[in-house]
């Protein structure tokens, strides 16, 4: 099955990343429902435009990738669409399942992801007060339930952080888990929607 995704990034900071990624979803089995260079200039649309063409594509995706950069704090979308993403939605007597999410950090401008996620001696340090509150919120939520600490890269958080070589490197386990959690592991998860 083709997995559907959604990129969520910091106009325009985050389009060369955002091209780049949709080239790699290109080579692999994923359909990309999103903006791309050659879509339409929406930001001249009122809000509940704006949030009504966002809901009809993230509402038909798997998952969710949210490109982390510099000025995220900036951002009034991204914190909506990992909102939208992390929510059951009923249309139609249909529901959706809840959106595998997971963050990239893009390098700044000076190569280095320092501003998001730091190498430690013990392992990395991800600095959630640079991150909209609802991302920081869904890291390092594993349930007392769950067998994995929360400080666990790939269980320990819903959302889940990588670099973006990282990412790179491992672009087809790191989506399938973001997915498998979505499909079978929420109850594992203290996950919240509120921005």
């Known amino acids: 099955m083709d997995k559907r995704i959604f990129i969520s990034y910091k106009y325009p900071e985050g389009n060369r990343y955002r091209d780049k990624l949709i080239k790699k979803l290109e080579n692999g089995s994923y359909k990309y429902l999103g903006e791309t260079n050659k879509s339409k200039d929406i930001s001249l649309l009122d809000d509940a435009a704006i949030g009504s063409l966002l809901s009809d594509k993230i509402y038909s995706t798997h998952v969710t990738v949210i490109l982390i950069s510099p000025s995220i704090l900036d951002s009034d979308w991204i914190p909506w669409e990992v909102s939208y993403s992390l929510r059951v939605i009923n249309r139609a007597n249909r529901n959706s399942s809840r959106n ?22 013990e392992g990395n340090t991800i600095h959630t007060s640079r991150l909209p509150g609802i991302i920081g919120r869904n890291m390092f939520n594993a349930t007392d339930e769950s067998r994995h600490e929360t400080t666990s890269k790939e269980f320990g958080s819903y959302i889940s952080m990588y670099r973006w070589n990282e990412f790179c490197n491992d672009l087809n386990e790191i989506i399938d888990t973001a ?5 079978t592991m929420t109850h594992l998860f203290d996950i919240t929607t509120w921005i």
């Open 100 to 121: 595998g999410v997971v963050a990239i950090v893009i390098p700044d401008q000076n190569g280095s992801y320092d501003y998001a996620i730091t190498k430690t001696d």
């Open 179 to 183: 997915y498998t959690k979505s499909q």
